[in-house]
């Protein structure tokens, strides 16, 4: 469903979002996290799942839970797509 949506010419932000939203509409209390990456950028949507990102050190990491006790991660809300590359991270609502 993304690759046919980013083969349609959707940017993948959007490829992600419409994916969530169609397989939610399919399977209500779904909880969805999709990552997409394409080794400059990750897009990531969580969706009724955790998942978090830190930037750090000109990097940032995108996971479902802190992989180490360091600080700086921060909770991704729910119901959100992320666009992470090297020391950036946005997210916004789907």
Not at 3 to 25: E, S
């Amino acid at each position: 469903m993304v690759l046919d949506r980013l083969d349609g010419g959707a940017p993948p932000a959007d490829a992600l979002a419409a994916t969530v939203k169609a397989a939610v509409a399919e399977a209500p209390g779904s909880r969805l996290n999709l990552v997409l990456g394409d080794g400059h950028v990750v897009h990531a949507v969580a969706w009724g799942d955790s998942l978090v990102a830190r930037c750090a050190g000109g990097a940032t990491v995108v996971a479902s839970e802190p992989s180490d006790d360091a600080g700086g991660w921060e909770p991704v809300p729910d119901a959100s797509v992320v666009r992470a590359g090297a020391g950036e991270l946005a997210w916004s609502a789907l």
